[in-house]
């Protein structure tokens, strides 16, 4: 098979405000949020380590990419894909610093 590719508010309309953290396949808690048809960010923990393959969430933006608080660069193309460890915590931004209310471990 393909690999495992994690989907972010895919099928979601963009009118309804919502927020979730689900296990994902890969072992991969998964939280974000969508309001007034913006995700603002996706945050991860990592909970077995691997290789996280994400759909771009931004569509044509090249989103930063935090892991443990720190800024590790940014990532493009429309599946994202980064190697994890073990109780990692990744965060998605779509450009610039961690959004507002997002702690730094």
């Known amino acids: 098979g393909d690999d495992t590719v994690i989907y972010v508010f895919h099928a979601w309309l963009r009118e309804w405000d919502a927020g979730f953290s689900l296990l994902a396949r890969g072992n991969f808690v998964v939280s974000s949020r969508m309001v007034a048809g913006k995700i603002p960010y996706v945050a991860m923990t990592s909970v077995a380590g691997g290789t996280c393959r994400i759909s771009n969430p931004w569509p044509g933006v090249r989103p930063s990419l935090y ?17 994890t460890t073990p109780g990692s915590k990744i965060v998605l931004a779509p450009r610039g610093p961690l959004p507002e209310g997002m702690s730094r471990p």
């Open 67 to 83: 892991v443990n608080g720190k800024r590790e660069g940014s990532l493009g193309g429309a599946v994202l894909s980064f190697v």
